[in-house]
């Protein structure tokens, strides 16, 4: 069909329909251009009323042959909340409706809260509403005023989009009636499973439900078992349960694993063209023992009165190209996955532990920042550029740490150490600039779990860095800086690591608590990461140091990626981003190719580096969610055996419904209810960070050391409950110095993720999770 003239077009198109402001775009996009949705929008505003989808259509002069396509775009505009229905079917214009567009943030406890897009306060969603719809789901509500506690409470109008479509849960029969209950406590709604719709699951189990109908007003939701994935008892059922939970893709699809069975076996020499040669010098991994990806290669040597530096980093870049499957399921998954005895890798294993990872004894393809660094630790130059390599040993931290206290214990490996003595002098050096740079240092404990042949937790024990692993980490964050400081002389648009400093909220709770101490916080109204490293040198050594240092951390935001360059507070750095870690973490990877299409003078454009940004952020706190989970409830395994058994502790944070307490040596936390604190009605002091008995005064602060006894291990909430026992009664007045709790192994601040595992830091809020029944059928649940 031959396509009509812009002239026989506007012919056709008379009237209101002819005066769109962007016609021609749509001509552009369409053989047959619809209205467009902005003129759409505009002529509805005009009406002042809402009109009839058939009345609307008449007005714009929509033929009989284009109906089918404009109710297709009406309906378009309703899932993007630009339009809605009403109960006469008109349509209406959302913005003229009072209306706010949302996510439903769901609560074990049945109720929920809409977190509206237009970054306003959270709308307060009662049980009745949540029954409309699950955690996630995309709704528009109306505001209907404030709820007993002053909270603004919603009437959620419409859901726009569903994102629950598989629920993983316990298969359970409650009086002949089928239900999963989900593993997710947010969602509240068990599923109905009708007759025929189970498969081959028995009650008890854990299965994966298609959901077939949505939950209404009047109505829960019904869906259909296609995965049974077996006994809670079953070894790695709390990994398996935890994929599913959090959506986390786990298999690689079939033209993924395709392309990487089809890669080589090692580097070609075709792949040398335009890439510098550096081979001969003996570069070497530092990792953990358990590594198998390494993606950084380092080494120095002296360079007058200062070094030479080289990182090293596993080009993933060259094989991994912009929209090709592999690059879209590495973006699907956002990062890799680091549970305890399991990984869920961003690339195939081909890639990950095969022809990326920058193995012993064998040529790879790597992208190198070359570094000058002057006698204070400064950069004074620095160049990147892509080369093939040879890494010359795979070293762990604690050989290369014993080797530098102990030369003689090198043994066949004595050539490396003159290296290595250069690698420590430099981080002596690099050390130093940190600390006139102000970066905050905090203190935080870091466990792992050590398993036996059945694959439970035998013990945890803590986990001690030495200054190899922060010899390591001050070499990645002076390539992540010069990667970040190369991007922005280009002016190439890039996704950076940016941790802002303290809300205004934040800081004025923070040094009202600290005021309390007679500490205060230098800084004025905009402090910066150098006060609160001296603030923190002040209270280092006293017995509430590690009190006042988790106030201190909590008032911090939280580090996303974003295409603004705002700095990262906590390492003290005006700009900054990840480029050392392509193979597990996908920003890197386009800071790969933004660096590489700026050394060829272009510009690399993936999208939109906004949403790019926002995605790569949630795809990590999924994964730190997933991991939280599992850890959780192998600790909650770990302890089912105990319970009775009496243990010290200490408060490791107070909730207005009772005091997480961390037992000392074991480093698993429990809950102390608001119930078991005594007789008497107590209040929580979220600006002092602890709970007020009104009648008898005790106060419960974190920080307190305490005396708990186990009373319920629940591994279907997978919970540990405590009860005070002994003389557990703090009776502390404001401000007065407590018993110093158990010590903790020092780690840095720095922003950079283990490669074992990310472990979950100290400050990391706890909710509670309450059960809504008493499970009858099957054993404990995860």
């Not at 251009?33 to 929008?41: A, G, N, Q």
Request: proline letters at 6%.
């Amino acid at each position: 069909m031959k396509k009509p003239t812009a002239q026989a077009e506007t012919t056709r198109l008379s009237g209101l329909r002819a005066t769109d402001p962007h016609l021609e775009r749509e001509r552009e996009r369409y053989e047959h251009p619809l209205p467009s949705r902005e003129f759409i929008m505009d002529v509805l505003r005009q009406q002042g009323a809402p009109l009839q989808p058939e009345t609307l259509a008449e007005l714009l002069d929509i033929t009989p042959e284009e109906i089918d396509l404009f109710a297709r775009r009406l309906r378009a505009m309703e899932r993007d909340g630009e339009l809605m229905q009403n109960r006469r079917g008109d349509l209406c214009v959302v913005e003229k409706l009072d209306l706010i567009t949302g996510r439903v943030e769901g609560h074990p406890e049945g109720f929920g809260f809409l977190s509206p897009e237009d970054g306003s306060d959270d709308l307060f969603l009662s049980p009745r509403e949540m029954q409309k719809a699950m955690h996630g789901d995309r709704v528009m509500a109306r505001e209907i005023g404030v709820d007993r506690r002053g909270r603004r409470e919603g009437k959620i109008v419409e859901v726009l989009e569903r994102v629950n479509t598989h629920i993983v849960g316990r298969l359970l029969v409650e009086h002949g009636i089928m239900l999963v209950a989900p593993e997710n406590k947010r969602i509240t709604q068990d599923i109905l499973i009708p007759a025929g719709n189970e498969g081959s699951a028995q009650p008890g189990q854990v299965v994966s439900v298609e959901i077939l109908e949505q939950p209404a007003k009047y109505a829960k939701p019904m869906g259909r078992i296609v995965e049974v994935l077996g006994s809670y008892a079953d070894p790695g059922m709390e990994i398996e349960i935890a994929l599913r939970k959090h959506s986390l893709p786990y298999i690689f699809p079939e033209d993924v694993e395709k392309i990487a069975k089809k890669l080589p076996k090692k580097v070609l020499k075709k792949d040398h063209a335009k890439r510098e040669d550096i081979r001969h010098l003996p570069l070497v991994t530092i990792d953990g023992e358990t590594a198998r990806d390494f993606d950084d290669a380092v080494y120095c040597e002296p360079q007058g009165k200062g070094f030479r530096l080289l990182v090293a980093i596993a080009d993933v870049s060259h094989y991994v190209q912009p929209g090709d499957p592999l690059d879209l399921e590495a973006y699907n998954r956002g990062n890799s996955v680091y549970f305890p005895r399991r990984v869920i890798p961003m690339l195939p294993e081909e890639l990950s532990n095969g022809l990326c990872s920058l193995n012993p004894q064998v040529e790879r393809l790597c992208m190198v920042c070359d570094m000058q660094i002057g006698a204070l630790g400064a950069v004074k130059e620095y160049r990147f550029y892509p080369a093939v390599m040879y890494s010359h040993a795979r070293l762990t931290y604690n050989q290369v740490w014993d080797w530098l206290e102990h030369p003689q214990n090198a043994g066949g490996h004595g050539d490396l150490l003159p290296q290595l003595n250069n690698l420590y002098t430099l981080f002596k050096v690099l050390l130093k600039a940190r600390g006139r740079r102000g970066a905050i240092d905090f203190e935080t404990l870091e466990t792992q779990m050590v398993f036996n042949d059945e694959k439970k937790i035998e013990r945890i024990i803590p986990v001690t860095r030495n200054d190899a692993h922060r010899l390591i980490e001050e070499c990645m964050l002076a390539a992540n800086v010069c990667a970040s400081d190369f991007l922005q002389k280009k002016k190439q648009p890039a996704l950076y690591r940016i941790h802002e400093g303290p809300t205004t909220e934040k800081l004025a709770a923070l040094r009202e608590f600290m005021t309390e101490f007679g500490f205060a916080l230098g800084g004025g109204d905009d402090p910066q990461a150098k006060d609160y490293a001296t603030l923190l040198e002040k209270i280092k050594g006293r017995p509430d140091a590690a009190l006042l240092q988790t106030v201190m951390l909590r008032s911090l935001q939280q580090a996303v990626y974003s295409p603004d360059s705002v700095g990262h507070f906590g390492l003290a750095y005006e700009h900054y981003t990840h480029f050392t870690s392509p193979i597990r973490r996908y920003p890197d990877l386009l800071i790969h190719r933004a660096i590489k299409a700026a050394l060829n003078g272009e510009k690399y454009q993936p999208g939109n580096w906004v949403e790019l940004g926002g995605h790569c952020s949630k795809t990590e706190r999924r994964a730190d969610d997933a991991t939280r989970d599992v850890e959780a409830w192998l600790k909650c395994f770990y302890m089912q055996d105990r319970v009775g058994e009496e243990f010290p502790g200490t408060i490791a944070s107070v909730t207005g419904f009772g005091i997480f307490v961390a037992l000392d040596d074991i480093y698993v936390e429990g809950l102390v209810h608001i119930s078991e604190l005594g007789s008497d009605y107590f209040h929580f002091d979220k600006a002092r960070h602890q709970i007020v008995g009104e009648r008898t005064g005790t106060r419960y602060r974190m920080g307190d050391r305490v005396q708990v006894k186990i009373v319920r291990v629940s591994l279907d909430t997978a919970r540990i409950d405590f009860a005070l026992a002994g003389d557990s009664l703090p009776a502390r007045t404001s401000g007065q110095e407590q018993p110093q709790g158990r010590k903790q192994p020092k780690k840095s601040g720095a922003d950079r993720q283990p490669k074992e595992k990310p472990v979950a830091a100290a400050d990391q809020e706890v909710t509670q999770k309450k059960s809504r029944r008493r499970r009858k059928s099957g054993k404990g649940a995860h």
